[in-house]
């Protein structure tokens, strides 16, 4: 077992996935009945296909079978019997890691909280299912948040209203949901919800080209990578005895 010896991820590599974004969601929204407009890119299936294949490819690069890649299992949780999750990594019978992948395309603010909550109930269920159950034996889970989201001006507004009837956390005051969205993951991450996570923004430029950014430091390619491969590294490194 040696360290990554592939070149860490190339503008051009996730230049690419971020394009077979955007194509493949439109041509699936035009392939619906209603031609997309009742939410139909958020119904048309594929988009992040491309996106995920490349994840999977990073931990293959970082030392395991593509066998090991196994898509859209049902883990077991706690509070609920199991939840699909988008991929999972296996390896002689551990778990690698878990990955969700999901993005957000339009009406943010409709859907900002469903996203929080939807992120937070599978990694606290799957967490709990391993402190009461031991369900991943004796290799503790290894969680990953994958996030694209499309920057518009909704997303870019700041000074966006927080008062509630308890007094709120003042890090999200005058933030925008692009922002609020950098600071659920930067926390999930600090506070070991999720171990890894990736968080793209994406845009369609006047050209029609599509452009792509990595904001929270803690989470882009290049760090992503390099946590998988720690991950890998750790897991071999138990079981290739």
Same mark, same amino acid.
Request: glycine fraction near 10%; hydrophobic fraction near 40%; aromatic fraction near 12%.
């Given at each position: ?10 503008d ?14 439109a ?12 939410? *139909?890119?958020?119904? %048309? %299936? *594929? ?11 990073l931990?293959?690069?970082?030392g ?12 077991p ?21 878990? /990955? ?37 034996g ?19 507004? /700041? ?14 005051l005058?933030?925008s949901?692009s ?5 659920? /993951? ?10 890894a996570g990736?968080? /793209? ?10 452009s792509?950014a990595?904001?929270?430091?803690? %989470?882009?390619g ?8 720690g ?8 079981l290739?005895v």
């Amino acid at each position: 077992m040696t360290s990554m010896q592939e070149p860490p991820l190339q503008d051009e590599q996730i230049q690419s996935v971020v394009n077979a974004f955007w194509t493949t969601r439109a041509t699936q929204a035009a392939k619906l009945a209603d031609g997309g407009l009742a939410g *139909g890119g958020a119904r %048309a %299936a *594929g988009h992040m296909k491309d996106i995920t294949n490349l994840v999977g490819g990073l931990f293959v690069r970082a030392g395991l079978p593509e066998s090991s890649i196994v898509l859209e299992p049902y883990l077991p949780g706690y509070y609920r019997v199991r939840k699909k999750w988008d991929m999972a990594v296996v390896y002689k019978g551990s778990l690698v890691a878990a /990955l969700e992948f999901k993005s957000q395309v339009g009406s943010v603010g409709k859907n900002i909280n469903n996203r929080f909550e939807e992120a937070l109930g599978t990694a606290t269920d799957t967490w709990a299912a391993q402190r009461f159950n031991a369900s991943y034996g004796d290799i503790p889970p290894w969680l990953a948040y994958v996030f694209v989201l499309q920057e518009s001006p909704e997303t870019e507004v /700041l000074g966006r209203d927080i008062t509630a009837l308890f007094p709120t956390d003042p890090v999200f005051l005058g933030i925008s949901y692009s922002q609020r969205y950098q600071e659920m /993951l930067r926390r999930f991450i600090g506070d070991n919800i999720y171990q890894a996570g990736w968080f /793209l923004t994406t845009q369609i430029e006047p050209d029609g080209t599509f452009s792509y950014a990595q904001p929270l430091a803690t %989470a882009t390619g290049k760090s992503f990578q390099v946590a998988i491969q720690g991950r890998v590294d750790y897991v071999r490194s138990v079981l290739d005895v």
